[in-house]
């Protein structure tokens, strides 16, 4: 087992990666430190893990109430919330409850949230069974609902207790959501790491097939890139939290238009970062070459290239301008200058992101 | 215009009082650094001010949009904060946008949560106007809605960029309203400030009458109060802020049973005090003559003293233990012990807070 400790603002929490985590009575000890715990969790994670880790925390002598929400990105609205909350105040949940995010990065963003404002906050930790969520959404304290069909409108920056990585959890893991995680993977490649880069062209097609060894390495890199980045900049507010953000406003853009669940976040970042970086091609930023090697990594991990073939270029700009960094109209976007580097630029030519965007249809 | 700093956590931010401050250019180009501005206001107060403050904005070239809300504490849910975001983003309202409370201690709440949500955090401004928010809780960062009729369950800390007192207010703001805002100012002096008290025993007569002297040094001092405390104590995790509290958990189970709006929160609260001073002098902490000096100025300020008729004192008990300061089932309250010197009490005997209720029905 590996503990990663993240530093923000004075506080730190661990970040535990381990195989069978979930069963293990010390880490849910050092993790917990209230007389109660709700752990929100989806129906297809509840059959496979829920019992699982209720039988540990209660064998330290902690109370465990679970909820179960519907599944899919479409249910991370203020109305599940709200369908938390209620259940949570008839249970007589108080500020000494512990919220467990148990599942991916729906549930996860979800369950921070609502830890974030129940009686103005209680404490809650992660624990990811996606790899999506393992190697990026967990960590790092952002958490949302989407709103008026524009992800991720409406939430804070709070940061959990704990992060709790499973590693066993990618292997009962369906395999399209265990390849669309591997987009995550590969932005924080492209975005700011080039000899990850390298590392996973010469691996990538061993950790598609889940080898051990080399997918527990893959994800304690992504959580030890992600968690030196938010030491500096947590609430995205300086030049280097942002990058991490390569891919992801054309990516909700797809989201968006093609109803949340059609496309898979990790689906919809692949395209967004072939967009990304045929924009930084066109702008004369990157050259045709590292498109290239960017396009092959992402076909190699199954991952799809193209978008979605009912959507036109001015689908995505429409949806484009509800982006978080857009200001005054302006959309701003991360494109990546080699493999390993990237930078925002806030103003692209309109007609040029078109021009990219329709390359990619 | 009188200009108080608050610092909190490194930053800080004023608080302007004054006359016609809605009519101030100056105060409005210190107060807001971006692009466009939402005022969130509820029928009543637009009617008198919302034209103004919007040719004033608008006079220093910034953008100006309205949302009206239904008014009442009824209405401080997660649902009208729905309403609100979809309005905002039909405008295409960006993190370069103000939030402008401008209303009574409901719409400062709404507002205030709004903001810190909305694209996970936008600026907003306070201008409260009513007496109650004024002096209390349109400082300090609280906001909150209500949840299956238990008052103030979701909400977050998130502190405004500054607070516009405009005293003018005062003179449009319903009796029975402006009545209810000195339950607040009183506790002020009860919880904390013995020579405040002793002041506002020697002039709530004209204090009642508006003198405007009078009224802008009361307003100014709780202020002053606030500002103390929260700059050490900003989330309550300490000792001090709590104390703040006095009379509210009496007071949250009557808003709640009555239905809100039923009874003021300033009304409630006047009540709550009673019952607080009722259950110290039981346990030995209050002297009777202390207490009757508090019941005289609460009835002197034309606030009540006994709980509604239908209530019992069980009606009391069943909703206090979903107060948030209420762990593992035990209530906690705030006593006073002194005019002036207050304490939190976790160890209060049921069946002597049950007494203490009842000698105020």
Redesign the interface.
């Given at each position: 087992m590996m503990k990663i400790i993240v530093n923000i603002n004075k506080s730190n929490y661990p970040i535990y990666i381990g195989k069978n985590l979930f069963n293990k009575r010390n880490v849910f000890i050092e993790s917990i430190n209230t007389?109660r715990t709700v752990i929100i969790t989806n129906k297809s994670i509840a059959e496979f893990y829920l019992n699982k880790i209720s039988y540990t925390i209660k064998s330290v002598g902690i109370g465990v109430d679970s909820i179960i929400i519907p599944d899919g990105e479409k249910y991370k609205t203020?109305?599940t919330?709200?369908n938390i909350?209620?259940l949570m105040?008839?249970k007589?949940h108080?500020?000494?409850t512990t919220l467990i995010a148990l599942g991916g990065g729906v549930i996860g963003d979800l369950t921070s949230f609502s830890a974030?404002?129940?009686?103005?906050?209680i404490q809650f930790i992660q624990a990811p069974t996606s790899l999506l969520s393992q190697v990026d959404s967990s960590i790092g304290g952002?958490s949302?609902v989407n709103?008026?069909s524009?992800k991720n409108?409406?939430?804070?920056?709070y940061q959990p207790t704990s992060v709790l990585i499973d590693l066993n959890c990618l292997k009962t893991l369906p395999k399209r959501e265990f390849f669309s995680g591997f987009a995550e993977v590969i932005k924080y490649a492209i975005a700011i790491d080039k000899f990850f880069f390298r590392w996973l062209e010469n691996n990538i097609d061993s950790l598609l097939k889940l080898d051990f060894k080399l997918i527990t390495y893959c994800v304690q890199h992504c959580c030890k890139l992600k968690k030196r980045i938010i030491s500096v900049d947590e609430?995205e507010k300086g030049s280097l939290r942002v990058l991490l953000n390569l891919g992801h406003t054309f990516a909700h853009a797809i989201e968006s238009y093609m109803g949340y669940g059609e496309w898979l976040h990790g689906e919809s970042v692949s395209v967004g970062i072939v967009m990304a970086a045929k924009t930084a091609e066109l702008i004369g930023e990157l050259n045709q070459k590292n498109t290239k090697r960017i396009i092959n990594l992402l076909k190699r991990a199954n991952l799809k290239v193209k978008g979605p073939s009912k959507m036109k270029a001015n689908d995505y700009i429409s949806r484009m301008?509800?982006d978080?960094k857009?200001?005054?109209?302006k959309i701003n976007l991360i494109l990546p200058t080699k493999i390993g580097l990237s930078k925002i630029y806030k103003n692209v030519n309109q007609q040029t992101i078109i021009k990219a965007i329709t390359s990619c249809l």
């Amino acid at each position: 087992m590996m503990k990663i400790i993240v530093n923000i603002n004075k506080s730190n929490y661990p970040i535990y990666i381990g195989k069978n985590l979930f069963n293990k009575r010390n880490v849910f000890i050092e993790s917990i430190n209230t007389n109660r715990t709700v752990i929100i969790t989806n129906k297809s994670i509840a059959e496979f893990y829920l019992n699982k880790i209720s039988y540990t925390i209660k064998s330290v002598g902690i109370g465990v109430d679970s909820i179960i929400i519907p599944d899919g990105e479409k249910y991370k609205t203020l109305l599940t919330m709200n369908n938390i909350f209620t259940l949570m105040i008839k249970k007589k949940h108080d500020r000494n409850t512990t919220l467990i995010a148990l599942g991916g990065g729906v549930i996860g963003d979800l369950t921070s949230f609502s830890a974030a404002i129940y009686q103005r906050g209680i404490q809650f930790i992660q624990a990811p069974t996606s790899l999506l969520s393992q190697v990026d959404s967990s960590i790092g304290g952002k958490s949302a609902v989407n709103h008026s069909s524009i992800k991720n409108m409406i939430g804070v920056f709070y940061q959990p207790t704990s992060v709790l990585i499973d590693l066993n959890c990618l292997k009962t893991l369906p395999k399209r959501e265990f390849f669309s995680g591997f987009a995550e993977v590969i932005k924080y490649a492209i975005a700011i790491d080039k000899f990850f880069f390298r590392w996973l062209e010469n691996n990538i097609d061993s950790l598609l097939k889940l080898d051990f060894k080399l997918i527990t390495y893959c994800v304690q890199h992504c959580c030890k890139l992600k968690k030196r980045i938010i030491s500096v900049d947590e609430k995205e507010k300086g030049s280097l939290r942002v990058l991490l953000n390569l891919g992801h406003t054309f990516a909700h853009a797809i989201e968006s238009y093609m109803g949340y669940g059609e496309w898979l976040h990790g689906e919809s970042v692949s395209v967004g970062i072939v967009m990304a970086a045929k924009t930084a091609e066109l702008i004369g930023e990157l050259n045709q070459k590292n498109t290239k090697r960017i396009i092959n990594l992402l076909k190699r991990a199954n991952l799809k290239v193209k978008g979605p073939s009912k959507m036109k270029a001015n689908d995505y700009i429409s949806r484009m301008i509800y982006d978080k960094k857009t200001i005054d109209g302006k959309i701003n976007l991360i494109l990546p200058t080699k493999i390993g580097l990237s930078k925002i630029y806030k103003n692209v030519n309109q007609q040029t992101i078109i021009k990219a965007i329709t390359s990619c249809l």
